[in-house]
C-alpha cells in the first residue's frame, strides 16, 4: 500500500523553466490537496481538489496550475519558475473533508529550488 | 494574517516527563482541529484531533486539550519517548469547510 507518492524528490530549475510535480494516490480518496512549505513557516495551501474535474484555489494559488482528470493523480504545473517558489511541496489526500476521521494523508514532498 | 499560531518554536523535554506543545487560534468558526506530527525529509502523518464540541481527546500517551474561551489547544505527551522528536504541526478547519489552516510547527526534542 503505498498510499501518496510524489516524484520527484528533488529538483533544481531556472528561473523561467516550466515543470509538473506528480502525485498520486491510491487509496480511492476523492480529495486532494498541494501544499509548500517554506523554512520556519506552517504548511501553506496552494491548489486542492474535491473530486475528479472540480479544482479551487487555496492560500497561495499565484503562479501554479492543477489538473484533476483522475481520481489517483493530481498534478501541480508552474509554468515561469521564481525564486519565491523555492520551497518544499508537499500533496496530501483524504476520503472527505478534512476533520476527525477523515485526516489527510500526505507524501513525502518533493524540495524544490529555483536558480 | 496568521489565524494559527504557535508561538513556541521549540521545545526540550526530558525522557519520561511530559511534553506541553501550544497552539492558539483566532478564528470562532474552527470546528475541527488537528495536530500531525513530522519527521525530516517525510510528510505529516496524523496524530489526533479534536471537535469544537469537546474539551479533551485522549488517545494512548497523547491528549488534546481545548479551551474554546481563551481560543487555545495543547497537546500532552505522556511520557515522552525520544521517538517522540519531531516537528508537530497543530492545523484548523472552518467549519463543515474542505481545507485546513495549518501553524507554523513547533520542534520538538526528547533527551534520553
Known amino acids: 500500500n503505498a498510499g501518496v507518492t510524489q516524484t520527484p524528490k528533488f529538483r533544481i530549475l531556472k528561473i523561467g523553466q516550466s515543470m509538473t510535480l506528480q502525485c498520486t494516490q491510491d487509496?480511492?480518496?476523492?480529495?486532494m490537496y498541494w501544499y509548500r512549505q517554506d523554512p520556519g513557516m506552517g504548511l501553506k495551501l496552494i491548489y486542492y481538489?474535491?473530486?475528479?474535474?472540480?479544482?479551487d484555489k487555496g492560500e497561495v494559488p499565484n503562479g501554479y496550475n492543477v489538473s484533476r482528470s483522475t481520481t489517483e493523480d493530481f498534478p501541480l504545473r508552474l509554468e515561469l519558475a521564481a525564486p519565491s517558489q523555492t520551497s518544499v511541496y508537499f500533496c496530501?489526500?483524504?476520503?472527505?473533508?478534512?476533520?476527525?476521521?477523515?485526516?489527510?494523508?500526505f507524501g513525502d514532498g518533493t524540495r524544490l529550488s529555483i536558480l | 494574517d496568521q489565524q494559527v499560531k504557535q508561538n513556541s518554536p521549540s521545545l526540550s523535554v526530558q525522557e519520561g516527563r511530559i511534553s506541553i506543545l501550544n497552539c492558539d487560534y483566532t478564528n470562532s468558526m474552527f470546528d475541527y482541529f488537528l495536530w500531525y506530527k513530522k519527521y525530516p525529509a517525510e510528510g505529516p502523518t496524523f496524530l489526533i484531533s479534536?471537535?469544537?464540541?469537546?474539551d479533551k481527546n485522549e488517545d494512548g500517551r497523547f491528549t488534546v486539550f481545548l479551551n474554546k474561551s481563551a481560543k487555545h489547544l495543547s497537546l500532552h505527551i505522556v511520557p515522552s519517548q525520544p521517538g517522540d522528536s519531531a516537528v508537530y504541526f497543530c492545523a484548523a478547519r472552518v467549519g463543515y469547510g474542505n481545507k485546513l489552516v495549518f501553524g507554523a510547527g513547533t520542534i520538538l526534542r526528547v533527551k534520553s
Open positions: 481538489s474535491v473530486g475528479a474535474g472540480i479544482t
Open positions: 479534536i471537535s469544537s464540541i469537546k
Open positions: 487509496m480511492n480518496h476523492n480529495y
Open positions: 496530501a489526500s483524504s476520503y472527505s473533508a478534512p476533520g476527525g476521521n477523515q485526516p489527510q494523508h
